[in-house]
């Protein structure tokens, strides 16, 4: 079965501070995506990124980048030089490729904190 | 822009009452799932379909039925209202299940009194 852990689940720092935020996935299949959504005080669940099993290149946005190891079954996240906008809870997922009858499986969240 | 909308995205409501939660997507999705989350703030998956006509509870065990008679719409509803239904749902779509992501809506945060 499918299992996401988030294993922080509220973090604070100061603003301009580097922060990572883990995930820890579990599944049988060889190909699968994993996603990072982020929920602002609003309520919304926005999109940040999506990265298949085969594809263990990390990436780079912004601030933002992330790094997926296969090895340790791990897709971590990190905001560098933290701002008050980026407090939110973040929300991991997993997804098994069934042919469009997969649904996605979220980590319990983890609530980042930003103060000025 | 959103392309998946929620209404109310506020509701302060009297136990015992009768609510349907809309939900309305302009994207085509044929998949659409209803979530619930906990001041805890961990998702739970209640209702989800797959296109019109076709629905199936999720994992968590709810006493909200829906419909889906078309492709953009799948409301929400509550019979009779309970304080314990106090929470925040949240609609999302997908055109192709959970291996592209899902569009999630606003949310409605619901309050039953």
């Known amino acids: 079965a499918q299992k996401v852990t988030q294993a922080q689940t509220e973090i604070s720092v100061v603003e301009k501070e580097d922060v990572t935020l883990d995930c820890v996935y579990e599944?049988?299949?060889?190909?699968?995506?994993l996603f990072w959504y982020k929920q602002p005080p609003s309520g919304e669940l926005v999109f940040l990124i999506r990265?298949?099993?085969?594809?263990?290149q990390n990436e780079i946005s912004g601030r933002y980048s992330w790094n997926f190891q296969k090895s340790t079954s791990s897709f971590n996240f990190t905001i560098t030089a933290s701002q008050v906008v980026d407090s939110a809870v973040y929300f991991c997922?997993?997804?098994?490729?069934?042919?469009?009858?997969?649904?996605?499986?979220f980590g319990k969240g983890m609530k980042l904190t930003v103060n000025p | 822009e959103a392309d998946i909308y929620q209404t109310p995205r506020y509701l302060v409501i009297g136990t015992g009452k009768k609510i349907t939660l809309e939900c309305s997507q302009t994207?085509?999705?044929?998949?659409m799932y209803w979530y619930q989350q906990d001041p805890g703030m961990e998702l739970h998956l209640i209702h989800y379909?797959?296109?019109?006509?076709?629905?199936e509870k999720g994992d968590l065990s709810s006493e909200s039925t829906v419909s889906r008679i078309r492709t953009e719409h799948f409301p929400l509803t509550l019979e009779s209202a309970r304080p314990s239904h106090t929470s925040q749902y949240l609609c999302?779509?997908?055109?192709?299940?959970?291996?592209?992501?899902?569009?999630f809506g606003s949310g409605t945060r619901l309050t039953v009194v």
């Open positions: 999302a779509s997908s055109a192709r299940g959970g291996s592209y992501g899902y569009t």
């Open positions: 599944t049988r299949d060889t190909t699968y995506y």
């Open positions: 990265r298949n099993s085969f594809d263990e």
């Open positions: 997922a997993l997804s098994e490729d069934q042919g469009g009858s997969e649904k996605l499986v």
């Open positions: 994207m085509g999705h044929d998949k």
């Open positions: 379909s797959y296109g019109v006509n076709s629905t």
